[in-house]
């Protein structure tokens, strides 16, 4: 057999009514379509990385979304209402490759001055010089250094300058963890702090210092041509591997940061003189620390005040939280999308934050399975809209004033105002997802364990699904536990619920995925979220917080939002056909009651210009 | 004809008693030993470039001299004498060549730590990342970083630091001329004045300030394993274009300092705690500059104080002349060579302060003539041992006051002691250059114009000769000239004279050599450097200083030096056999008295173990 024949040869159809082989020993590529989502950001093919470089270009209101791609440089697309994309190279080539005099290893993270020299889309970006590079182990001087690179093609290609780095090292004599990633913003409260001119380019770069911990180094434009940044301090510094209050709403600070975006917002959305937030990926491990693995990355956010401490802007947090609790989410990374974008226009949003994270083909850490007969690995998850979000009426009680990912924003009376980072699918991709045909499924209350199918399941792994749940103020403290089993058949199901005991959103997938029996790496583990239902004061009496979901299954992709608030995010890889049915589940002692709860089938595709 | 019998090929014998043809037709190599130096070092074949990259290796007391070379890294040799020389690697392959992560494009000059990175010999070396650099064009951001590599084999090797640059770019913001050549040295003034600690290592960058001017950036070392180097500002910077004085004696300061040297010195030579000295060449050009030429490069020295400015060391020239006034003669390189050395143990040395001055194989600047005939260009001059000199017993008038090469030490009665720096030729070949036959030439005194031949000239073009010339005061501003001819014939002349028209030693090169009217780029253009013969007292009466001479003729490099204190070296590429003549040389009206002529003929082969 020739390899051409070899080539054209097609392989046995793939029986999803029967229990999968081990799927390692398929043809290549036979898996493409098994797991892919529909509605979601990833690359044709390949493996998708760390989301960054994302900008809108000024000259035609697209927005552009990148991504690491395949370990060789980044790759885009652009969109004009975040519903649809385009990619921005034939087969989803990369805009920037590494094997540049300064990047001669690997390009990493970087982001978009949108009309920066010569009022071009101008790429700050880590160029690579040697490796590895990890917390965990020494750091090699010069392996991280940021550099530019100017697209005049739309962004199809970033080309890059024709001299050295432009921060050319850490700060001296610092002995880093890590010094990578810039994010360049611009900030009023930061312009009128430091008596920067307005408009002001900043960046962040991500990292921490050896022996102390983690850190975001905050440096300024220097100069119109973005040559120079001089260098502000460490605006932010945990001690190492620290925690916000006692560790259960935003994980550990760890030992090093990564990724992180600054950025200010109000209550409805960007805005250069509101609230500082920021995002971050904090790495740790556990004791004892081996070389070269790193045992959790997390997606933080933090959110808190700016001052000024010895002539240096410090930013000290308030609130932090968690981006996406799925072990699987990382490497969050948003931009400004401005009114003036052509999706915002056309949706009239205001000024808005939009993040894509990452959700990696792996439980972040292990291997992908069958990574060759997938042949594509990881995806985004949808874009979202980030603004301060409040919870109003809450009962002023330990519950409200715990240090945790919200803050008190106002009080009267005993009942509090909380704000929090709110978190909701974008609109223009949450209003598309409710376009398609729906149905509803009757609310009902549960007082026993057990799973109870929904009278209809939808026709394809592909929905969303809304629906509340309801809970008595006694159940908190109980064992009960509440949600739905989706994804469900007679062989397969994944099951989502509200759990008392420790206030979180769990996704059971000891049952997911038959070809975890057959098959390393499909990881079966459970995936779990905090979430607070608060106490709150409604027509005078006090009452929970209703959890208030959005569940989008997008074949093996699972997006589970909660209350605004609250995101977990993961893989359940079913394998049967039939594996479709949608149930409500119970477990433990006491009541909930499901109500509005609707089914919107089909979903949209993101991608309506590739081939398949 | 085949390849084979090509190489094999005998070319037909050069006839050196007839008129020379354009020596370009030649065959490659044919006129290897034609104007070869034997006792000087240079390579076996090839360009020789920079001196640099000198030390004493602490483990072998060998003293190590280094030269860029071939534009591809840089090579060396051993001497346990400063008389033979011993290749590093056999062919005089390089100890390091560039292409690494910090030095894609070339490596440029550097300096060693003898005993630095684990004890072991460190250099400290321009890594070069883009080109073109020149002071004349706007600088290219991050072209040159300096590096790190190690010797763990005798220095035959110098093996890069795997990480990135120790000093990773110029200071802030700032638009550098040029930021290479870093020197590193130990200094006793500096560690007091500064506060650290005993023999603190430092260096010195040499470049410059676009539109404000030359400088040398110094840095002090931040930790034991020299990753880090602390920038403590220009610690020398001039005007752009300045001179010292009115410019008679040390040329332009002009754009851009190269290859600077700093040391300190006492009467006997290396002094830690001596007065502070630097070499370094100035480039400049006449206007307009045109982009990417440097019209000159002068090699200049410079001694002064050193204070404390707004806590800074800044450097203050006192004095300041020419390391050698020839043309080709450029980019010193020295190193302090400690009485423990092998060559110092052996001669009763003391610790010395040892440069090797560059002789480019053009007139700087130019093309070099009949490069694959010759296969090889350029060399260095003899080395020399730099000290403070004094000249004793001057008469205190507008001569001896003026702003020169030379500083008042002290006064006493009418009477100066003046200092200046102290140039011979190391005692060590010095010594050896007298060691062979030799004979002596009767003095003379001369009264008309015109050349008297030598009794007895050399056997052979190479040789050394020691001869004075003795002046009345009447002379001062008249139309005299007095000295030389040497590889004289029928055919050829090169005519050396002090004239007092101007002060100068000229070397009139017009008719020097026969080839030069066949083939071009044999520069005739005349040598001239400036020495000042000051009124002294002697005995109770006033008389002009004695011209004292040592010249050296190793084939077709000429090096004149005079009274201890001055030098110039050039080409004179005689081409017939019989250009051996030496002859008294006298012009203008006046008298000159020579005497203590003696000639030493042989000269000594400085390469003992190469085959030729």
Redesign the interface.
């Known amino acids: 057999m020739s390899r051409q024949d070899e080539a054209n040869s097609t392989p046995a159809a793939i029986d999803y009514s029967a229990a999968p082989p081990n799927l390692t020993t398929l043809a290549n590529a036979s898996l493409f379509e098994t797991w892919r989502p529909r509605a979601h950001v990833l690359p044709p093919f390949g493996q998708i990385g760390d989301p960054c470089m994302h900008y809108t270009d000024p000259a035609t209101g697209l927005f552009h979304v990148g991504w690491l791609f395949n370990g060789n440089g980044a790759s885009g697309a652009t969109t004009d209402d975040l519903v649809t994309y385009r990619d921005l190279n034939a087969d989803g080539a990369p805009f920037i490759v590494p094997g540049g005099?300064?990047d001669?290893?690997a390009v990493f993270d970087g982001s978009v001055i949108p009309a920066g020299v010569d009022g071009k889309p101008t790429l700050l970006y880590t160029s690579v010089?040697?490796l590895p590079i990890q917390w965990t182990i020494p750091y090699?001087?010069?392996?991280e250094?940021q550099s530019l690179a100017v697209s005049s093609d739309s962004g199809r290609n970033f080309t890059k300058a024709?001299?050295?780095?432009?921060i050319?090292?850490p700060p001296?004599?610092l002995n880093v963890t890590g010094f990578r990633d810039p994010f360049v913003f611009q900030n009023g409260q930061l312009d009128t702090l430091l008596e920067s001119g307005n408009g002001t380019w900043y960046t962040v770069i991500s990292g921490g210092v050896h022996g102390d911990g983690p850190s975001q180094f905050l440096y300024r434009q220097?100069?119109p041509d973005f040559?120079?940044w001089?260098y502000l301090g460490e605006w932010w510094h945990e001690a190492a591997n620290t925690t916000w209050g006692n560790g259960d709403w935003a994980g550990r600070w760890g030992y090093n940061f990564e990724v992180a975006n600054v950025f200010s917002l109000n209550e409805e959305g960007y805005d250069s003189e509101g609230k500082i937030f920021t995002t971050l990926g904090a790495e740790w491990s556990l004791d004892p620390i081996v070389p070269e693995v790193s045992d959790f990355r997390e997606m933080l956010w933090a959110a808190g005040n700016l001052t000024l401490v010895d002539g240096k802007a410090k930013f000290t947090p308030e609130m932090a939280g968690k981006i996406d609790w799925g072990h699987s989410a990382y490497a969050a990374a948003g931009k400004e999308l401005p009114a003036s974008s052509q999706a915002s226009t056309k949706s009239g949003a205001p000024d808005r934050f939009i993040s894509y994270v990452w959700l990696t083909g792996n439980f972040y850490g292990t291997q992908n399975p069958a990574t060759n007969q997938q042949n594509w690995t990881g995806t985004f998850l949808l874009p979202r809209e980030l603004s301060v979000g409040k919870i109003n009426n809450v009962v002023d009680n330990e519950l409200s004033r715990e240090q945790g990912s919200w803050q008190i924003s106002s009080e009267s009376s005993g009942v509090l105002e909380l704000s929090t980072l709110k978190q909701q699918i974008a609109r223009e991709p949450l209003a598309k997802l409710k376009n398609g045909a729906s149905y509803t499924e009757a609310g009902q209350t549960l007082r026993s364990p057990g799973s109870v199918a929904f009278v209809k399941s939808p026709d394809s792994k592909f929905y969303t699904m809304t629906a509340s749940i309801s809970f008595p103020q006694s159940a908190r403290g109980s064992d009960l536990k509440a949600g739905f089993q989706i994804l469900a058949s007679e062989h397969e199901t994944t099951t989502l619920y509200y759990q008392f005991s420790n206030e979180s959103i769990v996704v059971d997938r000891t049952n997911s995925s038959a070809a975890a029996q057959t098959t390393d790496d499909i990881d079966s583990r459970n995936e779990a979220g905090r979430l607070r239902l608060f106490d709150v004061v409604e027509d005078g009496a006090e009452k929970m917080e209703t959890l208030e979901l959005t569940i989008v299954v997008d074949n093996a992709v699972v997006e589970i939002h909660a209350n605004d608030r609250f995101a977990l995010s993961t893989w359940a890889r079913s394998w049967y056909d039939a594996s479709k049915e949608i149930r409500f589940f119970h477990d433990g002692t006491g009541e909930a009651t499901f109500g509005n709860i609707t089914v919107y089938e089909g979903l949209y595709e993101a991608w309506p210009e590739r081939s398949s």
Chains 1, 2 share one sequence.
């Open positions: 005099t300064n001669p290893i010089s040697y090699t001087r010069g392996s250094t024709q001299h050295g780095p432009v050319p090292s001296f004599a220097y100069d040559q120079y001089e």
